[in-house]
């Protein structure tokens, strides 16, 4: 098989047997093309089975020259690792070519997280409008569950069961994980349905829909998460996936259960939720000054 047939099988792969996200697929078909384009301009066109670090190295390099940044070129290569390892252990290779390609080292960036007095302010939103009851469900769901974007645009009601005070949301890879949601979050979703059952012009059973009757999209939620920091007088820059660090840090400080909150956002790996660890320097302080018999002078 040549290159682009290689392509077609593996993200039909990813799509049925891996259950990736329509954004995954697209990020992968959009790295591989990348490099086949680059590929067709270079004299001389190899074949699958004769790619090696060589023509990876170059192809980094022009990325490089063309001012991609690490964190973009790491993803590129993630991308082509996993495809040429899916064409190698499907005996299309020899060896995965990537692998002894390198690129530059992605600095961690600690997530930015708001108070808890912050959080609080931006909550306090004044109740006289229908879109403010909407707009409050909404930013008190994604602090109480900590909720992705995608995950709060498409939830539908039956997903939500107020007397269990749980939630039901389909994340990455389409995996469904069961979430606790707090009082506060339930008492204003409990305010807005009945508004919303009255908005829905359709037969979709959408949480959160626009006055016009339809789904209200993420980036219309981005929208309204910015103009209520901006209402309340906020200077950060507050947006969904703020509030969804705010929840990790803040659950996590007060309790110190990093599996539960590693289920509760639903990562994979517990390596990607110990950032927040770093985050909590100050209650484990606090832990060490209560507990170690000489961490205080008598």
């Given amino acids: ?68 940044s690490p964190k973009s070129l790491a993803r590129v290569r993630s991308s082509l690792n996993n495809f040429f390892e899916y064409v190698f252990k499907h005996k299309g ?58 995950e709060l645009s498409t939830l539908h009601w039956h997903n939500l069961d107020f007397n269990q005070a749980l939630i039901t949301v389909t994340g990455k890879g389409n995996k469904q994980r069961v979430i606790p949601v707090g009082q506060y979050a339930l008492k204003a979703l409990k305010n807005w349905k009945p508004l919303s059952l009255n908005w829905n012009i359709t037969n979709d059973s959408f949480v959160f829909i626009s006055k016009r009757g339809s789904q209200l999209k993420p980036r219309s939620i981005q929208a309204r998460i910015k103009f209520w920091a ?27 259960n990093l599996r539960a909150v590693q289920e509760m956002l639903g990562h994979a790996d517990i390596s990607t939720t110990q950032i927040y660890t770093h985050l909590n320097y100050q209650h484990m302080a606090n832990v060490y000054d209560k507990s170690h018999p000489r961490a205080r002078k008598k």
């Fill in 230 to 256: 901006q209402h309340q007088g906020l200077w950060e820059r507050v947006y969904p996936h703020l509030l969804r660090h705010s929840f990790a840090s803040h659950v996590l400080e007060s309790s110190g």
């Fill in 93 to 150: 290779i020899l060896a995965n070519p990537v692998k002894l390609v390198k690129t530059p080292k992605v600095r961690s960036k600690l997530p930015e997280v708001l108070d808890v007095d912050t959080v609080s302010v931006l909550l306090n939103i004044p109740l006289n409008s229908e879109i403010a009851i909407r707009d409050k469900a909404i930013l008190e769901l994604f602090y109480s569950s900590g909720l992705r974007l995608s």
């Fill in 1 to 68: 098989m040549n290159l682009e047939q290689w392509q077609t099988r593996f993200l039909e792969y990813c799509r049925l047997q891996k259950n990736l996200s329509e954004h995954s697929l697209k990020a992968y078909q959009r790295d591989i093309d990348a490099f086949l384009k680059f590929l067709k301009k270079q004299d001389g066109f190899v074949s699958i089975e004769n790619i090696t670090e060589n023509e990876i190295g170059r192809f980094f390099i022009e990325l490089y020259q063309n001012k991609l």
